[in-house]
């Protein structure tokens, strides 16, 4: 008489994966999602006591036509509270707390158009449910900007609400564009602006687009030179002035501005009052370039707030945080940071000493241009990895950029590592 014993079912599915054998084949398949069935994620807002009794802000993302749900998506919440989240399986995803107010909302997903929801109005404790429709794109589009047979390296592509960089040898892809005719638009600092009209009906090269040099010197301006930094009777001109008197010196095409009104560039720092927000944003829409630092979340009579109050209609944030590097148990508080190989502000820059920054909260619209990579952390903040601590968006014709540290490039810390050149870059760009 032969006796079976019943095998556990943990046995029981060992033998079958390993390949003895039963009753047929087994096929595993992934298991579907069924209609109807919504898969969320939650975005990251900026933390603030302001939100809590703030409202929420539901996104589901279809395609025109059919109504399909689409996962892959980047968003770029604008408003009181800034909003940055991107999805990959999931469907839909969910911005809050959010300060009550008007929001724009941006989101980018590969072979859609760049999609601007501007009409966005959340009250105290509204739970606002929003979809978004999305059409194919028309693109994408591929050229070349030139400039005297040269390649002109980090020139803003813009067409609609979709823009990219150029890479070190001039050429560019840019996605997320409209099908139809528009209008094509190339800046860059120390160039004439390029506008060209093009029709968009799939993917196509738009072969060489020349530009030409601007007459006479880019200049830069402080916009609040008069004030207090750091206490102890120093304002931002005393401290900065090494790095301004970069701008005297013969050969570079950079100059100091006669006054903020003829400045190409604006240089706000630590400031601990808000500039007019209206006048900032006409200055960079008509072309011109906004730079603005912060520090670490206790330093001085710096107020976070007020840089946030101006940045955030850009989409970029600095947090009232300090960064650290894992591991470094000596002179903690200098930060060793990359820069984005990509853009020209990488240019004879190995890396940045930041002294005791804080990171930047950027938008998934804007660039990076800074960051500690993966060993850095914002202390009291459970977060640990790549923290940005300088980026940067267009924004009409201009460019916003914001960096977490103003000490780098204060006194004798403007000459440690690449401070000195990545800021004169920046100037150029």
């Given at each position: ?253 950079l100059a100091r ?18 500039p007019d927000v ?109 923290q940005t601590l ?40």
């Amino acid at each position: 008489m032969t006796t079976f014993r019943q095998l556990s079912p943990l046995m029981a599915s060992v033998l079958l994966l390993t390949g003895c054998p039963g009753p047929g084949a087994v096929k595993l398949e992934p298991i579907p999602r069924p209609p109807g069935v919504v898969a969320r994620v939650d975005g990251e807002v900026e933390q603030t006591a302001l939100a809590l009794n703030g409202g929420q802000l539901l996104v589901s993302l279809v395609k025109a036509g059919t109504g399909e749900r689409i996962s892959n998506a980047t968003f770029s919440l604008v408003g009181p509270t800034l909003g940055t989240g991107t999805i990959r399986q999931a469907t839909d995803i969910a911005f809050g707390p959010l300060i009550p107010g008007a929001y724009q909302l941006r989101v980018s997903a590969p072979g859609y158009k760049t999609q601007v929801d501007g009409n966005i109005t959340l009250e105290a404790k509204q739970t606002l449910e929003r979809t978004i429709t999305l059409v194919p794109e028309g693109g994408p589009l591929t050229g070349t900007v030139m400039a005297g047979g040269q390649p002109v390296w980090g020139a803003r592509v813009i067409l609609g609400d979709a823009w990219t960089f150029t890479g070190q040898d001039g050429s560019f892809s840019l996605s997320g564009a409209p099908s139809g005719a528009g209008t094509l638009k190339v800046r860059k600092g120390g160039f004439q602006k390029l506008d060209q009209a093009v029709t968009v009906d799939g993917a196509a090269s738009l072969g060489t687009l020349s530009l030409s040099a601007q007459g006479g010197d880019r200049t830069v301006a402080l916009v609040n030179p008069t004030d207090s930094f750091g206490g102890s009777g120093k304002t931002v001109s005393s401290e900065l002035s090494g790095l301004m008197a970069e701008l005297d010196k013969p050969g570079d095409r950079l100059a100091r501005a006669s006054n903020l009104g003829t400045a190409h560039v604006r240089l706000l720092v630590s400031p601990r009052t808000t500039p007019d927000v209206g006048a900032m944003q006409t200055f960079v829409s008509g072309g011109g370039t906004l730079i603005v630092t912060g520090e670490w979340g206790g330093f001085g009579e710096y107020d976070p707030e007020a840089v946030n109050r101006l940045t955030r209609p850009f989409g970029l944030a600095v947090r009232p945080d300090l960064v650290r590097i894992s591991g470094r148990t000596t002179q903690s508080e200098w930060i060793s940071a990359g820069v984005n190989p990509v853009l020209p502000l990488s240019r004879d820059v190995s890396s940045l000493a930041l002294y005791t920054g804080a990171s930047v909260m950027a938008s998934p619209m804007a660039t990076a241009i800074a960051s500690t990579g993966a060993s850095g952390y914002r202390v009291q903040a459970l977060n640990v990895g790549d923290q940005t601590l300088a980026a940067a968006v267009p924004y009409g014709d201009g460019l916003v950029v914001l960096i977490g540290d103003t000490s780098a490039w204060t006194g004798s810390h403007v000459s440690q590592a690449g401070n000195r050149q990545f800021m004169l870059n920046l100037f150029g760009w």
